[in-house]
C-alpha cells in the first residue's frame, strides 16, 4: 500500500511501501565529535567556497539567458555542463538538513530561484545545461535515437547530467520541505513525459543503451510524492531491461559492464519494485547486490577497474591497476544497502554499509582541505589524487559533495516502538514521536566501547548491533549493572525496559586483527581490525616529490604518477597465513600497528598500520603480498618478469586510450558513426562500419609511435589509419596471428606531427567500402619503443 508523504520537522522523508524499519529523517539525527563530523564540517566549508553562479551559468545559458559568470571547467564545460549543480542542491539540501545553518538555506534558495528563473525563460518545463541541447531533444522526440555507451545522438551522457538536477529538486524538496522544488520537480517531470510520449518501449529502451544515471529510482520519488501513475509508467520505461532480465534469471553478466552505469539503475529497479510491488525486480535487486557485495568487492567496500567490472576470478586487474575503486560506486552501493536493508534488515546489509562508509566514503575526502577523491588504487604502493574546489568537476566531486551530509542517516532506524542502533559513531537522535532524545558517546574504532545516554525517554525497545566482525562475548551494562546478553554476532541485543531520564547503557564489543584475502583467494591480504581496513605509509622513491592535487585537465583525476614495480612492494611473510595475532596494537589511543616480524623487506619493518581512512597525501599499502620464505624470491622473480613488459610500455607511453571503456574514451573526445563497442576474451573493443577518433594528449611533443592492439581473430577488416587528417597507415587484418591478441606499431612522419594543435592529434579509423574499421582494443601514442611490448 502506498504510504502518504510524512513531514519530520523540516524533513520530509518518503515512508516507501514493503518496509521492515523506516529511517529518521537527517535532521532528527546531528553526528557530533569525531571524524565524521569533522568530514561533515570540512565538506560544509567546501561547499560554501563553491561559486553557486559558475555552477549556474550552463543552466541559464540554455534558456538563452545571461550568466552572471562563466561556468567551470573540466567537465563542466567540456559536455556534462550542469551535472555538479544538480548535486549542489542536494548537497545544499542536505547540509541544511544535517546543520540547520541558515547561511546554507539561504544559499539553497537563491540557486532554485535561479534555476526557477531558467526553467521559466525556456518555458516548457526543461531545465538542464546540456550544451545545445535543443537538437538532440527533438530528435529524440521524433525516435531518431542513435546510441551509444556514454553518447545519445553524438551527446555525453545527457540523461545521466540531466539526472542530477531532477534528483535535486526531488531532495530540495524531501529535506528542506521546500514546494518550490516541489513545483519545478514535476513540471520537469513533465516535460520528460510529454518528451517520450510518442515513443515506443523498444526505442526507449534503445536510448537506455547510453548512462543514464538513476531516472528510474527518480521517477519512482515523484509517483510517490504525487500519487500520479504516469510516473510510475515512466519510472518502468527508464529501467533498462538488458540488464534487469539476466537479474531477475540469478545470470552474472556483469563483466565488462562500466559500474556505475548499472548501480543507479538496480537503485530504481529496487524503489519500482517497492512502489509497485514487482517482487521479481526487488530479486533481480537482490542478487546485484549479492554478487557485487561478496563476489566483486574489495575490502573498502568498493568495486571496479578503469570504472568497468573486471573478471571475478581474476583480480589481477584491481593489482596492477592504478585506476582501482570509484568513489561514486559505493555511494551507489550505499544507496542500494540502504533500500534492501529497509525491507530486509539482515544485518549482512549493515555490515557492508560500515565497512564502506569508514574504509571509503570518509577516507575519500582530504581531511584539511576537503578536496574529493575519484579512483583509490589498491595496487602497492602507489596513492590517490585530491580535488580543489574551483578545479575537478568530476562524477565523484558531485557525488561526493553529498557523501559528507548524509553519516547520519544510517546510524539509527526503527521497527515500531524499537530503535535499533546499527553504527558507532557520535551522535543524538531525538525520536520527537516517541518524546525520546538519546546521545552517543563513543571513540569507535579507536576504542570498541559506546555509550548511549537517555536525555529523555520514552517506552521503547533498545536493540544494539551485535557486530558479526566481534571476536568475543559482547558486554552491556545499564547504569553500571551488567545485564546478561542473550545473543550472537550477527543479530541485535534487545533491551526492554522502563527507561528513565539519564539511563546510561554501555557496549563493549572487542575487535582484534584479521586477514581478508581478494575476493579470487589469490595471495594479497588486506590487514584489518574489527570493520577498519589499515594500511601502511609508504616511500618507495628517496626524495620523491608527488602532486596529490589534480589540475583542470580531464584526466587530472588519475594518480598517474610513477608506478612502483609491484615486486620490490613490501610482502607479509609467514610459514602459512595464520599471524594475524602477531600484528600488534603500540598504541592505547589510537589504531596503530606494528607487525616488524612478518614485513619483508628490512626497510619496511618498522612502518606502522593505520586506519586506512587516515592515510593521506601518500603512497600507501592495502592490499599486500604474501609468501612463505622459502618461495619469497620466486614470487619476487615471477613478479618481476611479468611486470617488466608492462613497467616498460608504461615508461614511453605519452598517452593512451582503453577503446570501448567510457571514461577513457569521453576523455579522450570520442566521436564517431556507426560505431559499436563490446567485450571479448575479457578485453574492451570498438570498430565501426563508418569511422570513428579521438583526440590524443601529447602536451610536451613527445608522441613518435602510435600502438595499435589488434585481435587476430578479426579477419578481412579493411581500413584507413588517419592522424591530424593524414592517411598514417592502411590496414588489412589477415589472420595470421590466430586468435590470439598482438600489437603493431606505427612510425609518425613529423610533418604529421606538426598538424596537431596545442599538444593535440586527431587519431581517426575509417572503414574501406563495405568493410569495418577495427577491432581496435588499445591505442597509445609513445616516445619511442618499448624494450619489449606484450
Known amino acids: 500500500m502506498i504510504k502518504k508523504l510524512v513531514l519530520c520537522a523540516s524533513l520530509a522523508t518518503l515512508s516507501i511501501g514493503a518496509q521492515a524499519v523506516d529511517y529518521f529523517a537527517i535532521d532528527q539525527v546531528r553526528v557530533n565529535d569525531g571524524p565524521f563530523a569533522h568530514a561533515q564540517n570540512k565538506n560544509l566549508e567546501y561547499v560554501m567556497t563553491m561559486s553557486p553562479d559558475r555552477l549556474l551559468a550552463p543552466y541559464l545559458r540554455e534558456a538563452s539567458l545571461t550568466p552572471k ?14 551535472h555538479i549543480g544538480g548535486h549542489y542542491v542536494t548537497s545544499l539540501s542536505l547540509a541544511y538538513a544535517a546543520t540547520g545553518r541558515d547561511d546554507v538555506k539561504q544559499r539553497l534558495q537563491y540557486v532554485l530561484d535561479e534555476l526557477e528563473r531558467a526553467q521559466n525563460a525556456n518555458g516548457n518545463g526543461y531545465l538542464g545545461g546540456v550544451p545545445d541541447s535543443d537538437k538532440l531533444w527533438q530528435e529524440i522526440a521524433k525516435g531518431d535515437i542513435r546510441a551509444d555507451l556514454f553518447a545519445l545522438n553524438g551527446y555525453w551522457v545527457p540523461w545521466y547530467n540531466l539526472h542530477k538536477i531532477f534528483a535535486g529538486l526531488r531532495d530540495a524538496y524531501l529535506y528542506t520541505g521546500s514546494e518550490q522544488a516541489k ?4 513540471k520537469w517531470a513533465d516535460w520528460v513525459d510529454d518528451l517520450v510520449a510518442d515513443l515506443s518501449d523498444a526505442q526507449i529502451e534503445q536510448m537506455l543503451t547510453t548512462e543514464y544515471g538513476g531516472m528510474n529510482e527518480t521517477f519512482a520519488d515523484v509517483y510517490e510524492i504525487t500519487g500520479d501513475k504516469k510516473y510510475l509508467t515512466l519510472a518502468k520505461q527508464f529501467s533498462h531491461k538488458k540488464i534487469l532480465n539476466p537479474l531477475e534469471q540469478k545470470r552474472d553478466e556483469l563483466t565488462g559492464l562500466h559500474a556505475n552505469t548499472q548501480i543507479p539503475k538496480i537503485v530504481g529497479f529496487e524503489r519500482v519494485a517497492q512502489e509497485s510491488g514487482n517482487d521479481s525486480w526487488h530479486q533481480a535487486a537482490e542478487y546485484f547486490w549479492e554478487t557485487v557485495v561478496n563476489e566483486r568487492s574489495v575490502a573498502i567496500g568498493g568495486n571496479s577497474v578503469r570504472e568497468h567490472f573486471h573478471d571475478k576470478d581474476d583480480f589481477d586487474p584491481m593489482i596492477e591497476e592504478i585506476e582501482g575503486p570509484e568513489t561514486c560506486n559505493t555511494y551507489n552501493m550505499l544507496k542500494l544497502t540502504k533500500l534492501l536493508y529497509g525491507r530486509d534488515t539482515s544485518l549482512d546489509y549493515v555490515s557492508y554499509y560500515e565497512r564502506a562508509l569508514y ?10 582541505t576537503g578536496g574529493l577523491v575519484y579512483f583509490t588504487p589498491m595496487r602497492p604502493n602507489h596513492y590517490r589524487k585530491y580535488s580543489e574546489t574551483h578545479q575537478g568537476m568530476w562524477c565523484c566531486v558531485g557525488s561526493g559533495i553529498e557523501n559528507h551530509f548524509k553519516y547520519g542517516e544510517f546510524i539509527y532506524a526503527h521497527e515500531d516502538d524499537d530503535l535499533l542502533v546499527n553504527l558507532y559513531i557520535p ?14 558517546s563513543t571513540q569507535f574504532p579507536d576504542r570498541s566501547t559506546t555509550r548511549l545516554t537517555f536525555e529523555k525517554a520514552g517506552d521503547v525497545t533498545l536493540k544494539l548491533r551485535y557486530p558479526q566482525w566481534a571476536t568475543a562475548n559482547a558486554e552491556v551494562t545499564v547504569n553500571d549493572k551488567e545485564i546478561a546478553v542473550d545473543a550472537s554476532a550477527g543479530q541485535y541485543i534487545e533491551l526492554d525496559r522502563d527507561w528513565q531520564k539519564g539511563d546510561v547503557v554501555e557496549l563493549k564489543l572487542p575487535m582484534k586483527t584479521h586477514l581478508e584475502a581478494l575476493p579470487d583467494g589469490s595471495d594479497y591480504y588486506a590487514v584489518m581490525y574489527g570493520p577498519i581496513v589499515l594500511s601502511a605509509k609508504t616511500s618507495p622513491f628517496k626524495d620523491e616529490v608527488l602532486n596529490y592535487y589534480s589540475d583542470a585537465s580531464r584526466m587530472g583525476h588519475i594518480a598517474d604518477g610513477e608506478r612502483c614495480p609491484i615486486e620490490q612492494a613490501p610482502m607479509l611473510v609467514a610459514k602459512d597465513t595464520n599471524f594475524a595475532d602477531r600484528i600488534t596494537r603500540v598504541s592505547d589511543d589510537e589504531l596503530r600497528f606494528k607487525a616488524s616480524e612478518l614485513i619483508q623487506p628490512e626497510s619496511y619493518q618498522n612502518v606502522e598500520l593505520i586506519p586506512f581512512f587516515r592515510v593521506h597525501e601518500s603512497r600507501y599499502m592495502l592490499y599486500w603480498p604474501y609468501s612463505t620464505p622459502e ?30 571503456e567510457q571514461q577513457p574514451e569521453s576523455d579522450h573526445f570520442f566521436k564517431g558513426s556507426e560505431s559499436e563497442a563490446g567485450v571479448n576474451f575479457g578485453r574492451h573493443w570498438r570498430h565501426a562500419h563508418d569511422w570513428f577518433s579521438y583526440q590524443m594528449n601529447d602536451p610536451d611533443g613527445q608522441a613518435r609511435i602510435l600502438q595499435i592492439t589488434y585481435f587476430g581473430g578479426d579477419v578481412g577488416r579493411h581500413f584507413f ?4 587528417g593524414k592517411t598514417l597507415a592502411e590496414v588489412t587484418l589477415g589472420g595470421e596471428h590466430g586468435a590470439e591478441f598482438y600489437t603493431v606499431e606505427y612510425p609518425i612522419p613529423e610533418q604529421m606531427l606538426a598538424l596537431g594543435s596545442e599538444g593535440k ?10 568493410s569495418v574499421a577495427g577491432g581496435i582494443y588499445g591505442v597509445r601514442l609513445l616516445s619511442e619503443m618499448p624494450d619489449s611490448t606484450d
Open 761 to 770: 592529434h586527431e587519431l581517426k579509423f575509417v572503414a574501406a567500402e563495405n
Open 631 to 660: 618461495n619469497i624470491n620466486a614470487l619476487r622473480e615471477k613478479r618481476a618478469a611479468e611486470e617488466a613488459a608492462n613497467l616498460a610500455l608504461e615508461a614511453v607511453t605519452v598517452d593512451k586510450v582503453a577503446p570501448g
Open 359 to 368: 574504509n571509503h566514503i570518509l577516507s575519500s575526502q582530504h581531511p584539511d
Open 183 to 186: 513545483r519545478m520537480m514535476i
Open 427 to 440: 551522535s543524538t537522535l531525538n525520536w520527537e514521536d516517541k518524546g525520546v532524545v538519546l546521545t552517543q
Open 721 to 724: 589509419i588517419e592522424f591530424n
Open 69 to 82: 559568470t562563466a561556468s567551470y571547467g573540466n567537465w563542466e564545460n567540456t559536455g556534462l555542463d550542469g
